[in-house]
């Protein structure tokens, strides 16, 4: 198997889980309150806790690894990680203000989460929020490697 197979088959296995997170979440229909919060069990807790690292986990691993592996696929090589996020942007896989945006507040959960839970509750509902769009970004990623490397899916 081929380093961007073993990459994108990591990305797969956090979106799908994210996935189940997501869809677990949906059912409980949690608004993110802190009230709500403390009402959950300790399981449920341990879903959002599980949601947010594997959001993070996603995200890190799309920036550390798999954007650049797939410039390398196309022929681009790069050195700067900014160029590596503008190449990805004007390949239109991602938003760059949107990319920035998950970052820092992925960054304030995992800094400021549980001791300003409001705060952190506002910023995991964004990032629940932004499973739509985080699930299109994994889509180009395969659309995209797919060009270079037709036995690449998702499933």
């Given amino acids: 198997m081929s380093i961007p197979q073993k990459q994108l088959q990591k990305v797969a296995k956090h979106y799908l889980a994210l996935k189940e997170y997501k869809e677990f979440i949906d059912k ?4 993110f309150s802190v009230e709500e919060f403390n009402n959950l069990d300790t399981p449920q ?3 959002l806790e599980a949601y947010l690292k594997r959001f993070s986990s996603l995200q890190d691993y799309l920036d550390a690894k798999v954007f650049r592996t797939l410039l390398n696929m196309a022929g681009i090589s790069t050195t700067k990680m900014s160029e590596v996020l503008t190449l990805i ?8 203000d949107r990319w920035i945006e998950f970052r820092n507040i992925r960054n304030e959960l995992e800094h400021d989460y549980p001791d300003e839970l409001e705060e952190a509750l506002k910023d995991l509902k964004y990032c629940v929020d932004s499973f ?4 299109d970004v994994v889509v180009k990623v395969f659309e995209f490697a797919r060009r270079y490397d037709e036995s690449i899916s998702l499933s």
């Fill in 28 to 31: 409980v229909g949690f608004k």
């Fill in 45 to 47: 807790k341990a879903v």
């Fill in 89 to 96: 942007e004007k390949e239109e896989i991602i938003s760059l």
């Fill in 132 to 135: 739509d769009y985080l699930h």
